[in-house]
């Protein structure tokens, strides 16, 4: 067979521990032998992140905004116990945390939908796709604790000096502030993104704040997305008969668990953060949760949403045999094949990547998966598979696809 043609590089962005082995396995089952592979490679591998004080993620980003399209494999976050691991020079930050900054992204997090594993709610027959903004509110919070009795006051002042002053509340006693802030800028970014995602996923996009009582903070970010959904995006929405819409985020919240699924849901930050990982818990496992970070001029960076999987790394090395689920990260190549495919104008190289996703599938349709999802199936008598085992499965699906 003929391997698949590309013509511009995908940035590929390799990681950590056991998503590191599978990443390899991947690319040698699932990819070399049909395509012919270009990627511009970036090694964010913990050893190499500290070599480079970090300088590799940074040209990864850059990379990234140069050719559009990114493959990432879970990295480490470092903490106090891989400073002594990894003998590093410093707590390097998150690659995702620099990486979002600097493309200036929206998270969009959707599960990968099989039969046999069952959502917990019933009535969920299609993926919900979690966008979160991923900047300001309580993340980057001041506090005080107030120590007793006493005005609070919320001061701005302006580059001009001229001031605005509120009083927040006459203390009596003790008690607790917060200060918390957004910009227009990453407000306007973040409509941009989900607006984008919508069109190119063709789904409805809701979004939800509580601006009935923040009237001023929530319902700045009802404005701006309204505003540039009216200006911008109302008739390409119509064109793909699709919709926006605007609701308390309590009506959200009892209107998605009545849903059928099929839709965006965009959140703030603390709304995207919890919300996620109900979501996601509710579909079943996180091993079978994609990730896309859409920047607002059009760059996309795929992975998966679980991290390096340690504990299966750790038996790795020690020579036992592991059975961790790849579905995430190949569906991350696939996401960024089918993306490079449709900038590029390369129908073949779209149509490998909805072959192997759909090999992925079927795989475990018929029984063949491993231990996470034999443990929630509900197909009867499952064969639990090794993380190779399981490509190797699926390789055999996807040469009778190709035949
Ligand atoms: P994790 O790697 O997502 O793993 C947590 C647990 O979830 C695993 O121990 C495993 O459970 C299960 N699991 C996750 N992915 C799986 C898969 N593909 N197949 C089978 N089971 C899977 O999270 P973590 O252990 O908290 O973090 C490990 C490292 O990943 C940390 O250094 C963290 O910084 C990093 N991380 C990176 C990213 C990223 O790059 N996007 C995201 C999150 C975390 P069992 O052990 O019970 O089998
Ligand atoms: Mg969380």
Not at 99 to 128: H, S
Not at 302 to 323: D, F, N, P
Request: proline share 3%.
């Amino acid at each position: 067979m003929e391997k698949i043609q590309m013509t511009t590089p995908l940035v590929e962005m390799d990681g950590d521990e056991m998503t590191r082995i599978l990443w390899q396995m991947i690319k040698d089952e699932l990819l070399l032998p049909y395509i012919d592979l270009k990627t511009e490679y970036y090694d964010l591998g913990l050893e190499y992140r500290n070599e480079t004080n970090d300088q590799v993620t940074i040209d990864s980003a850059n990379a990234t905004k140069k050719y559009g399209v990114a493959v990432k494999c879970a990295t480490i976050t470092p903490n106090a116990a891989r400073m002594t691991e990894y003998d590093l020079k410093e707590m390097w930050k998150s690659p995702n945390g620099t990486i979002r900054a600097m493309l200036d992204g929206t998270v969009f997090r959707a599960p990968i939908v099989v039969k046999g594993i069952e959502p917990c709610v019933k009535n969920w027959e299609k993926p919900i796709t979690l966008a979160r903004h991923a900047y300001g509110d309580v993340y980057k919070n001041t506090e005080i604790k107030v120590p007793g009795a006493g005005k609070a006051e919320l001061v701005f002042t302006g580059e001009d000096g001229t001031e605005i002053r509120e009083t927040i509340h006459e203390f009596t006693g003790a008690g607790i502030l917060q200060g918390i802030h957004n910009t227009e800028k990453s407000i306007s970014s973040f409509a941009r993104c989900c607006f984008n995602y919508a069109l190119d996923t063709k789904q409805d996009l809701w979004f939800a704040t509580k601006d009935t009582i923040s009237k001023k903070y929530d319902h700045t970010f009802k404005d701006i997305m309204q505003e540039i959904f009216d200006a911008e995006y109302k008739e390409k929405f119509d064109a793909a008969g699709i919709e926006y819409f605007y609701t308390l985020i309590d009506d959200a919240v009892a209107r998605v668990m009545k849903a059928k699924g099929g839709f965006i849901w965009a959140c703030k930050n603390y709304d995207g953060d919890v919300m996620s990982d109900m979501v996601s818990s509710a579909f079943g496992s996180l091993a079978m949760m994609t990730s896309v970070l859409v920047s607002p001029d059009g760059n996309y960076e795929y992975e998966a949403a679980h991290g390096t999987v340690q504990r299966h790394y750790y038996k790795h090395l020690k020579g036992e045999e592991t059975s961790t689920n790849s579905v995430a990260t190949i569906f991350a190549w696939t996401g960024a094949l089918r993306k490079r495919g449709e900038i590029d104008k390369l129908p073949a190289l779209m149509k490998f990547a909805d072959d192997l996703e759909a090999a992925c599938v079927e795989t475990i349709e018929s029984g063949k998966m491993t231990k996470d999802l034999a443990l929630i199936t509900s197909i009867e008598n499952p064969t639990p598979l090794s993380s190779e085992g399981f490509i190797k499965a699926i390789r055999e699906n996807l040469d009778r696809k190709l035949a």
